[in-house]
């Protein structure tokens, strides 16, 4: 259970896989309890099972929602963003509500444009990991946020991982590391069981090996703080297996490879956006 709890209610704007995932993490920590914590999503089956699991209280619109709820998440789809904020901009208090936006792409600025002047605007970038508490998240504010308003957003995303305050120009990074890296890392784990099958080992077996390997290594960075290339180096012996495998892995790129898939993935968000970001610069 979380030391915190939070004072302000909270609402999300959609309730899909990352919403639920938020959801999950608030009222299990004790942040907050179900009964503060308020959603609409159009799919009656999606709000059901929601209140079944955390007790959450079903909106019937968007707009009660914005009513019922101080700090609001929106969990929707980038592409349908403006239209969600124009249907509340008659509602929002900009001296009461806090909007927190987990849309891809889209800029504080774009944003701003749906709201009134003085919205206190929060863009977050989570990751899958955050349904199983091991999330990975970047954040950054707009003006008029308070420390109040940080102390509480990191207070939510901490609940379902980790969470690191950083400008806008870097949630950019975020999106192609943390936030499309589980995918990067699932590739690696699936080719590791590969290779323990190509040896000889059964599948379900050389899964749970390469899985906890992955698991294991990232814990010892974490805990130890030790550089990934020092931990690296302490497993390399002089002639042995390792170096020679890690020998196999630099001919095919693998490092390289990683960097580009981040930079792509930034790239794609930026485009994917694009349309959207273009309509706060007219």
């Not at 950019?172 to 290779?195: F, K, M, N, Q, W």
């Not at 000889?200 to 814990?219: C, D, F």
């Amino acid at each position: 259970m979380s030391s915190k709890t939070l004072t302000r209610s909270v609402g999300f704007i959609g309730g899909g896989q990352m919403a639920s995932a938020i959801i999950g993490g608030i009222v299990s920590s004790g942040l907050l309890p179900g009964s503060k914590v308020h959603v609409y999503d159009p799919s009656p089956a999606q709000i059901e099972q929601l209140q079944k699991q955390y007790g959450i209280v079903a909106e019937k619109n968007n707009c009660e929602l914005v009513k019922s709820s101080d700090i609001i998440v929106i969990a929707v789809k980038p592409l349908y963003a403006p239209a969600v904020l124009r249907e509340v901009r008659p509602v929002i208090d900009t001296s009461r509500h806090v909007f927190v936006s987990i849309c891809a792409g889209i800029s504080l600025a774009a944003l701003a444009a749906d709201v009134p002047a003085g919205t206190k605007l929060v863009r977050v970038m989570p990751n899958t990991p955050a349904l199983v508490r091991k999330g990975a998240s970047g954040f950054t504010t707009g003006p008029g946020v308070t420390d109040a308003d940080v102390n509480d957003i990191r207070a939510i995303l901490s609940a379902i991982g980790v969470a690191h305050q950083v400008s806008e120009k870097e949630l950019e990074a975020v999106t192609g590391l943390s936030g499309s890296g589980p995918a990067y890392i699932y590739v690696v784990i699936e080719a590791l069981a590969d290779g323990g099958v190509k040896a000889g080992l059964a599948r379900p077996i050389a899964q749970s090996l390469a899985a906890q390997t992955v698991l294991g290594a990232a814990e010892m960075v974490l805990k130890t703080g030790q550089h990934p290339g020092a931990l690296k180096d302490a497993v390399c012996s002089p002639g042995g297996t390792t170096i020679c495998a890690v020998h196999e892995l630099e001919k095919g790129g693998v490092r390289a490879a990683m960097i580009e898939a981040v930079q792509a993935s930034c790239r794609r968000a930026a485009e994917l956006a694009a349309p959207i970001n273009a309509r706060s610069q007219l």
